[in-house]
């Protein structure tokens, strides 16, 4: 059937269903765009604190001027400020051959040095901080504040004063192993478990960082590891740079559910890691599969060093997996809320950290409006932005200020 007109009736009766549709679009899109703009002012209004990022190990392979933008990398001071970054743990990464090898302690002051040269040769855009107060104070102005955490607790060398050392220093969280068990607890990496948790040794560290007012990092350590120091801490916790084990589940580098519940109740906080592999079920077990195949085949060639480094970015490249999206990241941050609590959650994108394997929306410091763009779609609201941004963590690092001074107080 036709009108007077000539135009089929069903054409007609679809008309307003299409002109509805294209109002609804255009509707969502402007609410989307607004929403997108939302995203950048907040970054810019709210402080943000990122708890692991691991520039010197980038600047170590290959010195660049951060200050200005870089060709490569995740961070330089140009993409912070645009990403709204206030402040930063840059990691003090001790590769896990130093624990049989010697050297860790060197290393480490090493590194210190690196990163306290760039508050020294840039002034007007990198400050040191060592507390809550250095961060808050600074906020605002111009200058982005570099907190220092050592990932990889090798550095200690079983001597307890070192840990002193380190914080005189500037050190103010321990990551206590990495992708090895070491003389101080498992890691969750390491198929051999030589202490069932924390070794002796261990048992000794936690008391004292708590003594010195420096938090324990849960990042990298095994299951067993965790719920000792969970009993044995008398400060909050920290997991720097973990996501949630719910998305990647035979996966033990990241928390399970019952974990981020536990961290909560001890008034601790998870701060959600970006790699994609950390983040995404499918990138997790394509990447399993790749680190697999990496690791027989420098053992059954025993490539070291530059070698084995070289053969990894190489089958990495021929080998490509994909990415997850930034809408993962805010998914893993959704569920450890679910579980933990609004207060319990914040930020640790470990860049520089995981190589090329970054979400999709989320490849540098310029990107955090684009997680808090995917939080706001998800219903948050600005104070619980803010509260993922830094609050959440500043509190437990407070805490952890606060029980330090009891317990030095109290000899």
């Known amino acids: ?42 970054a810019q209004k709210y402080l943000i604190i990122d708890t692991h990022q691991d520039v010197p190990y980038r600047l170590n392979k290959k010195a660049e ?15 912070a400020k645009e990403g709204g970054l206030d402040a930063v743990f840059m990691a003090v990464y001790v590769p896990p051959e130093y624990e049989d090898d010697g050297g860790a302690y060197a290393f480490a002051d090493e590194t210190i040095d690196m990163v306290e040269g760039w508050a020294a040769t840039w002034p007007d855009k990198f400050v040191l901080a060592k507390s809550v107060a250095d961060v808050k104070r600074r906020f605002g102005a111009g200058a982005i504040s570099l907190a220092m955490g050592i990932e990889n607790g090798a550095p200690i060398e079983g001597d307890l004063a070192n840990l002193k050392h380190f914080y005189d220093r500037g050190i103010r969280y321990i990551t206590l192993a990495h992708s090895k068990s070491n003389h101080i607890c498992d890691s969750s990496f390491d198929e051999e478990r030589k202490w069932n948790g924390l070794s002796p040794f261990g048992r000794k560290v936690v008391p004292e960082m708590n003594r010195l007012g420096m938090i324990v990092d849960v990042s990298h350590v095994s299951d ?8 044995l801490s008398k400060a909050p916790v920290v997991a720097t740079h973990s996501s949630c084990r719910h998305f990647t589940p035979e996966w033990e580098r990241n928390m399970n559910d019952e974990m981020i ?40 060639n025993n490539l070291k060093g530059e070698e084995k480094e070289k053969y990894a970015k190489e089958y990495m490249k021929e080998n490509p997996i994909g990415d997850a999206d930034v809408a993962d990241i805010a998914a893993n941050i959704d569920h450890a809320v679910k579980l933990g609590g609004i207060d ?10 995981v190589g090329d394997n970054l ?22 609201t600005e104070q619980d932005i803010s509260k993922i941004c830094s609050e959440n963590f500043l509190r437990v690092w407070s805490d952890v200020e606060k029980v330090g001074r009891e317990l030095q107080s109290s000899k």
């Open 1 to 42: 059937m036709t009108n007077s007109r000539g135009i089929p009736s069903r054409v007609i009766i679809l008309l307003p269903g299409l002109l509805l549709a294209c109002c609804w679009q255009r509707t969502t899109l402007a609410a989307d765009i607004g929403l997108k703009m939302k995203a950048k002012e907040l």
């Open 65 to 79: 001027d951060i200050s200005k933008r870089t060709e490569g990398g995740n961070f330089d001071y140009p993409r």
């Open 224 to 231: 067993d590891t965790f719920y000792q120091i969970m009993e």
């Open 261 to 300: 519940r536990l961290l909560a109740k001890k008034e601790g906080v998870i701060q959600i890691t970006f790699g994609s592999m950390f983040v995404n079920g499918r990138v997790n077990k394509e990447s399993a599969a790749r680190r697999k195949h990496i690791r027989e085949y420098v053992k059954a």
């Open 344 to 353: 319990h959650v914040g930020l640790g994108s470990d860049f520089d950290g």
């Open 359 to 380: 979400p999709n929306g989320m490849k540098d410091v310029s990107c955090y409006p684009n997680l808090i763009h995917e939080l706001l779609k998800k219903g948050y």
